[in-house]
């Protein structure tokens, strides 16, 4: 079981940055691909970010490319999401999410299948 607490969310002004943290509980979380997911208001739940176990392999959505960054720090057992150059549109719920499977390169993927584990999410919000 892993317990996953997201944090750092809040409001900021388009063109702003804002990073996310994510805390695991467990002592297995370097074997975890970890991902971020989000929801905005009305919509579907997306994919955002996946880093691999190891923190050497990382996969963006389309929509978040070359702005946000994942990483990850297996001593601290936590994920973050670097978020620059934020747009409106970026309006969320945030999500940390931790799977037991392989790493994949696929935004299908991940919004298909899921994750195995979740937090509770932290809402981002971004003015214009």
């Known amino acids: 079981q892993v317990q996953l607490v997201e944090s750092g969310g809040g409001l900021v002004q388009a063109g702003g940055s804002l990073r996310l943290s994510c805390a695991a509980s467990g002592r297995t979380f370097s074997r975890h691909v970890m991902g971020w997911f989000r929801q905005a208001p009305g919509k579907e739940r997306e994919f955002v970010a996946a880093i691999s176990g190891s923190g050497f392999s990382t996969y963006y959505a389309d929509s ?5 960054t994942i990483s990850r ?14 747009k409106p549109e970026d309006t969320a719920v945030y999500y940390c999410a931790a799977d037991q499977n392989s790493f994949a390169r696929s935004s299908s993927y991940y919004n298909s299948y899921g994750m195995d584990y979740w937090g509770k999410g932290t809402l981002v919000t971004v003015s214009s």
């Open 64 to 68: 978040v490319k070359d702005r946000f």
């Open 73 to 86: 720090d297996n001593a601290k057992n936590t994920v973050y999401l670097q978020m620059n150059s934020l």
